[in-house]
DNA sequence: AAATGCATGTAATTGGTTACATGATTTC
DNA sequence: GAAATCATGTAACCAATTACATGCATTT
């Protein structure tokens, strides 16, 4: 259903062929969302049939003629309508936190690597959203003025870089720990894979950032 | 593809039901995915006919007879292989989100009971979380060893802890920054819903934590 | 010569959600 | 008396991914 919200949310704000909100959901809204053209085209068609949006061909030379679309009245009031709606429970996928949960059937070499290898990969994204921030901040300084718009957006680009960032911790947090123990963990076959908890209480408050057994009550 | 390893690792640790299954899906699991009965029941028959797990009824009196699934030498071969894979690209959706990049079309009353509606949903996977990190505590003092598995466990849970505590921090920070720009939205249509940022540069910087420009650089 | 960008699509398949169906037992 | 728990499934539908298909212009 958000693809559709998506889709009419961009085109309230300016006309765009598909191509063009692939772009959009490539840079900017990939802090929330990501799509294929492949389903983009079949739903442009569809919200013009439910009179949604509308199209008018553009012809060009050198480069193949477009459809550009842009939102009815009845497309505004549609999206009004989502945006007043309560908004859905979070039903998170992390395929990754996934993989992380049954690292246990890894060497401790091996759980560093897969924690390593993907802390990269969110730097990467990072990288990309301070780029957009930079680009953001350049919008609003050279039209001197700040919009509703680009408020909302910026607070958006803020939840994404923080997203970001916080993983980012949570990865070198988390190969310090594996790190601690790596000794016991590959000698798994000889003592059960195991450690008593004094042993690592102080280790663990710390990952917790713990700081007495009461408070974990609440 | 993740459902399927999902359910390959819970049955490396356990055997369970489909109904089993789903209950950790909705408990400790929801951190990182969601899943029905309906799409858990034609998997497990999936893979029973793959050979990666296999079956045994048991006949319960009071209760209706079940099914018991457990992990064949096939199944953790298998699994063993998606974990050492390199973890895909994350790929985002979070539909709130979305709907807050947009929320430039409502009245600022509307944004604020949207973010307060929003925070108090997060609030509530938190304090389930914080259940959950209880109970584990629990476990590990009673067992008084720390194995591999809860080692792992643990810094899912704690991802999952943060994630909901700064999302909550975002929502707090995001209504104070929306509250103060209260009396310029609604009169939007007066002045276009603009003001200049001389009026808002710092306001700006301390939500994003940003001290010079210089440092957005990079 | 190969890859990327521009531009639009279809087809096949897999993944995910909602609704439907049953039925005994236990808890509120 | 109603709702929740235990337990397993099917059917219909919608959402998402991957592969296929075309073709010119520009960049590497």
């Known amino acids: 259903?958000?693809?559709k919200f998506g889709m009419l949310g961009l085109l309230s704000k300016w006309e765009a062929t598909g191509y063009d909100i692939k772009k959009e959901f490539d840079s900017f809204m990939s802090i929330f969302w990501h799509t294929h053209l492949s389903q983009i085209y079949p739903e442009l068609n569809k919200l013009e049939k439910e009179n949604l949006i509308e199209s008018r061909m553009i012809l060009?030379?050198?480069?193949?003629?477009k459809k550009l679309y842009s939102i009815t009245d009845a497309g505004?009031?549609?999206?009004?309508?989502?945006?007043?709606?309560?908004?859905?429970?979070p039903n998170v996928k992390d395929s990754f936190l996934m993989q992380a949960f049954f690292m246990d059937n890894l060497s401790a070499k091996d759980v560093l690597f897969q924690l390593k290898h993907y802390q990269k990969q969110r730097e990467a994204r990072l990288e990309k959203l301070k780029q957009t921030l930079y680009e953001q901040w350049q919008q609003i300084k050279e039209k001197n003025k700040l919009t509703t718009r680009l408020l909302m957006s910026s607070a958006v680009l803020k939840r994404g870089?923080?997203?970001?960032?916080?993983y980012i911790e949570w990865c070198k947090r988390t190969i310090v720990l594996v790190e601690t123990f790596e000794h016991v963990w590959d000698s798994k076959l000889d003592n059960d894979g195991t450690?008593?908890?004094?042993?690592?209480?102080?280790?663990?408050?710390?990952y917790f950032d713990i700081e007495d057994e009461e408070s974990l009550k609440n």
């Open 161 to 166: 870089l923080e997203q970001e960032a916080e």
């Open 60 to 65: 060009q030379e050198g480069k193949p003629d």
């Open 76 to 89: 505004k009031k549609e999206l009004s309508h989502w945006l007043e709606k309560p908004p859905e429970t």
């Open 195 to 206: 450690t008593t908890i004094d042993e690592v209480k102080d280790i663990f408050y710390e």
């Open 1 to 3: 259903m958000s693809l």
